[in-house]
RNA sequence: CGGGGCGUGGCGCAGUCCGGUUUAGCGCGCCUGUUUUGGGAGCAGGAGGCCGCAGGUUCGAAUCCUGCCGCCCCGACCA
């Protein structure tokens, strides 16, 4: 392709509002370009890329006997009613607004239930892969990062319907394999983690990750064993503070300017052990008080899970007074206002001589005995582990690092088929609803992903297979002596015949432009062809990703790109 | 949705506090000519902006006031 008629518009400076070396250069090298918050085009040099990944994800899918389907984003709204997931989905999904009942897809786990519930009878024609590769729409709050959280993209979507529970994990399994090969081929360093199922239901999840200082999500690593699981779902070993050998009885101290563990500590002089620290929930419009130790963290992934809720959030002030009869920092699980569930954390079990608040605003009670004082419903691991805090598998120290999801898996279960009627009938000739798993990808994210992990501050660093060309042919001068556009016109054209991608920068432009432009867009190898080298009947190739230069004879060239594309 | 920042030729910015010598400027890019040509060239000439939008204050508004819109960052949120 020549550059002089393409359109591959490169910046020679940093466009402001880009922070991730990802989005920096994506821009910089006119692979996309912003036209709303979190919508992007995808120009030709970046759609490259795009289709290269799609093809992977293809043959990939494919190859664990996936179908590939071309659903529409326009749903009716009644779909998404029939599985709750219009609630569920809140402000995420859009509405439209001049057609009533109406939506934007944001997932298509519905649309495909639909079909399966049109289709699926017999157990005989089970199991199946359903997949599309295909624009999702989600009006996320906050679009950030380029493309790696935008309101309009690409999703590798994938759906197993089986007839039972180990077909299920039969086609989990194959996708858990396809996604390694996916990320190996595309030169991803991934991490797989336990997560947890979230809003779309089901029982086992992992997600596949990428290290990232600009990660969204968060996760705790083993330094030592294989045990890596999202913070929402990670627990780690943790000593419970225990008993101690006393039996004083409880007492209610003024504590008018203590309000966190931390002035009681400094106040009262008081082991952050001995301190069980009070938060107040409505799940699902039920208050329930949760005990947890000292300042550990609550986990509202983990609480949401125990409690089997729907919803949960943090009690509002006027709520905590109509409960508990005092103000926030004044909490505490005896002498509640009203009789609500008490749930703690696993730490807490069995202790005694605990402080925590009176429910009476600037009190607390000392010598608390949560098995004599209080009524606890539930001892729970409800904390968000630490850093430096023991794995629970090898006891090792893990390590809390940011990530960014790039792939997704689930067990789903019959939650969809359920609610939209999906059955088959077995071998007796009874009724049951499919059993599904639901497997997704973010195309734009491994695009993103890649090029984090494959620039330098000249640019990016193509590898095969997503490479947008497989070499770059700059011919320097061309203008000025015909010699090096005779020879650069004749390797185009031969290189091309002989099935290599190029990228042929024939603009009149000075050699500097055109060695930055080409260490910018990062092709593997770059073939330069000067008047000095051409009497010295070579040309130069020189190989992005090791800088390394090598002076090729003329007659030698097309030969050993050839030799290179082969490996 | 809370907090913060920003909006001035295609891109990056100055000017805004303190209204009037501002005909609204600079760098990059772009166009023409010319000289250059192995790491983002020099010179000369040139095109391109009702200063986000709408009101208001004023003799006079990029600049002050009000409202709205958009974009970015932090948080909340997020299959």
Known sequence: MKLSKNFIPTLKELPADALMPSHQLMLRAGMIRQLAAGVFTFLPFGYRVLKKVINILREEIDAIGGQEFFMPALNPIEIWEQTNRVEAMGDVMFHIKNRDGLVLAPTHEEIITFHARQHIQSYKVLPQIWYQIQTKFRNEPRPKSGIMRGRQFFMKDAYSLDSSWEGLDISYQKHYEAYKKIFDRCNIKYFIVGASSGAMGGKQSQEFMVESEFGEDTCAVCEKCDYAANLEVASSKVEPCGRIDNDLQIEAFPTPNAKTIDELIEQFNLSEDRLAKSVVYIADSKPVLILMLGND??????????????????????????????????????????????????????????????????????????ERDAKIDG???????????????????????????????????????????????????????????????????????????????????????????????????????EEVKELCDNLYEELRQSGIDLLYDDRNESPGVKFNDADLLGIPYQIIVSKKNIEAGCVEVKIRETGERKQVKINEIIKLIREQEKQ
């Open 379 to 481: 001892y729970f691991d409800l904390r968000v582990a630490q850093s430096g805090e023991s794995c629970p598998n090898c006891g090792a120290p893990i390590k809390i690092v940011n990530a960014i999801e790039l792939g997704h898996i689930f067990k789903l279960g019959t939650r969809y088929s359920e609610a939209l009627g999906a059955t088959f009938l077995d071998e007796k000739g009874e009724e049951h609803p499919i059993i599904m798993g639901s497997y997704g990808i973010g195309v734009e994210r491994i695009i993103a992903c890649f090029i984090e992990t494959h620039h330098d501050d000249k640019g990016i660093i193509w590898k095969k297979p997503l490479n947008p060309f497989d070499a770059h042919l700059l011919g320097l001068n061309m203008n000025k002596f």
């Open 297 to 370: 963290e609550l986990n509202e992934t983990k609480l949401q899970v125990v409690l089997a809720a729907a919803a949960i959030r943090p009690a509002e002030p006027n709520e905590l007074l109509q409960y508990t009869g005092a103000n926030a920092g004044s909490i505490g699980p005896v002498n509640l206002k009203e009789n609500i569930k008490i749930i703690a954390d696993n730490r807490l079990l069995g202790a005694n001589n605990m402080v925590s608040g009176a429910n009476k605003d600037g009190f607390h009670n000392k010598n608390i005995d949560l």
